[in-house]
């Protein structure tokens, strides 16, 4: 097996990284091989489901191509500044695709480093296997992700509140740069003495960068960044304050992508927010039943900092502390370079609610753009936070009306009298834009999933892989979130809602 791995990051200087190798463990087995990226990589899958495979990718085996290194970065949990860095986590090194993308390929769970603090350095089969699940189910919903190339059991035990079967994710992603690793670099250029001292080795020697003006790995990891995600920007005169447009529009698009679907991520810390755009870490993340922005899953948001509602609002915040770190680079003259990036976050508003809104007119069926729209939309989610409507259930059940046989037929499930003047207003909306009842059915249902992974069933389908090894239920549910808008396949069982005992879904952290 040999991957051709390059190692670009590694050019960086020497605080960005630490090189230390994968811990083996004691019995890899291949869990789940994810066909389809691996064939996307132009790897064979029929390759890496022999023992070799597992080998390599739990740690066990060196690819021989791969340099692995942890990666150094901080960031802010919950508001607060913090040291993080892989704890538990080993990048291998960089993969060209055929399509001549470069990923990073990293063993997530594959034993201790020095940013490990208190933490064991592995990771418990449930939670590798959700985040498995739930990346192929942003990829399949159209979402920009990171993905999983394959769950591998290392065959030990890991600690947690109790004891529980471990395993390795191996990972692609466009890069892990992300808004922790920029406040890294500026806590260092600042001075701050951030206690990590990783043995980064003799030959990785930190260069001229750290001296220059104050902000010189600030600057290595921009320009490192937009070569690596926004090469276009490469040659213009402002290209930071650039970079920073270009990754809040990523953002943007993301989060509102993320609303189209009731996803929230449930852990928004600035540690693992991406500059290339894609969702990472799926921790507590979850899917919305009943609309309400105040939904919140996870066991430790006690505030409801990271509610679905909200996600826009922190998306800002943590762009505002990637802002900061850039602001030795966008003037010479601190007063100038902080109004340019007040000037640059003062944009986030409007820009996410007219992509927002794009999102939610694409899902009313809506093709062009009128005035009362944002009132068409806020009143129906209004109705259904006041109903308790299903997110998903609901899109789709209006996507059936419009393209019932009768032309105004209120679906049962609409004959609230509350709801009887937003339909009638809606029903005449469609009736004013071309293409008519189709084209607003045809859009419907690519902006509605009929199938998202509800969480009720995601605990169901992990919960029989991890005590009973059955992976049954995973690999169906895999099957209809490939394809979660017109499937072919019967979702029937994958569509309702959890009843009243399944409601109250918590996540955790303890990952
Ligand atoms: P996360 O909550 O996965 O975004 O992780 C936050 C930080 O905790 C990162 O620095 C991780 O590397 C670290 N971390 C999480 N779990 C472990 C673990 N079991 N051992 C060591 N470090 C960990
Ligand atoms: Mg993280």
């Known amino acids: 097996m040999d991957w051709n791995l390059e190692h670009t990051y590694t050019r960086l200087p020497g605080q960005f990284f630490c090189r230390i190798d994968p811990v083996p463990v004691a019995s890899p087995q291949m869990v789940l091989l994810n066909r389809g990226v691996a064939e996307e990589l132009g790897l064979d899958p029929d390759r ?123 990972r692609v992603a466009a890069s892990h740069i992300r808004v922790g690793t920029f406040a890294y670099a500026a806590a260092l250029d600042s001075g701050l003495d951030l206690a990590v001292h990783a043995p980064h080795g003799a030959d990785d020697p930190s260069p001229e960068a750290a001296a220059q003006d104050g902000a010189g790995l600030t600057r290595a990891l921009a ?47 600035t540690d693992n927010m991406t500059l290339s755009g ?21 066991s430790i948001d006690r505030q409801g900092r990271y509610a679905f509602g909200n996600q826009a609002k922190i998306a800002q915040w943590n762009l505002a502390r990637l802002l900061e770190t850039l602001l030795p680079l966008l003037h010479d003259e601190p007063e100038t370079a902080l109004a340019r990036a007040q000037e640059a976050i003062g944009r986030f508003p409007a820009l996410f609610t007219e992509r927002w809104h794009a999102v939610m007119r694409t899902k009313l069926g809506l093709g062009n753009t009128e005035p009362g729209d944002a009132a068409l939309i806020a009143d ?67 902006a509605n ?26 690999l169906r549910l895999l099957e209809v979130l490939a394809n979660p808008y017109d499937t072919g396949l019967d979702t029937s069982d994958y569509r309702h809602p959890p009843g009243p005992e399944q409601r109250g879904y918590q996540t955790f952290c303890g990952t």
């Open 48 to 170: 890496l489901r022999q023992p070799e495979g597992a080998w390599v990718l739990s740690g066990n085996q060196r690819e021989p191509s791969s340099q692995p290194i942890a990666q150094a970065y901080a960031g802010h949990q919950f508001g607060h500044f913090a040291m993080l860095g892989d704890g538990r986590a080993h990048l291998l090194g960089e993969y060209r695709t055929p399509d001549g993308r470069r990923v990073d390929i990293q063993l997530k769970g594959s034993g201790p480093t020095p940013f490990s603090r208190r933490g064991d350095g592995r990771a418990a089969l449930g939670p590798m296997l959700r985040e498995y699940l739930i990346g192929e189910a942003m990829h399949g919903l159209g979402i920009p992700t990171t993905r999983a190339l394959a769950v591998v059991a290392t065959g030990e035990r890991v600690f947690r509140e109790q004891a529980l079967p471990g395993a390795v994710l191996s």
């Open 223 to 269: 320009d490192y960044t937009i070569d690596r995600h926004y090469p276009e920007l490469a040659e213009g005169p402002d290209r930071y304050m650039e970079l920073f447009n270009a990754v809040m529009e990523r953002q943007v698009d993301l989060v509102a992508q993320w609303m189209r679907v009731g996803f929230i991520h449930g852990v928004m810390n």
């Open 278 to 298: 894609e969702t990472i870490d799926y921790g507590p993340c979850a899917f919305m039943d009943q609309y309400d922005p105040a939904t919140v899953f996870s």
């Open 380 to 446: 129906l989610l209004q109705w259904m936070q006041d109903q308790g409507a299903d997110y998903t259930n609901t899109f789709r059940e209006l996507a059936g009306e419009a393209g019932a046989a009768t032309p105004g037929q209120l679906n049962p499930a609409f004959a609230d009298p509350g709801l009887a003047a937003w339909h009638a207003r809606w029903r005449e909306r469609l009736g004013r834009q071309d293409g008519g009842i189709d084209a607003a059915v045809h859009r419907m249902r690519n």
């Open 449 to 474: 999933p009929a199938v998202i992974p509800r969480n009720h069933q995601v605990e169901q389908a992990l919960d029989a892989a991890v005590r009973e090894g059955d992976l049954d239920p995973t």
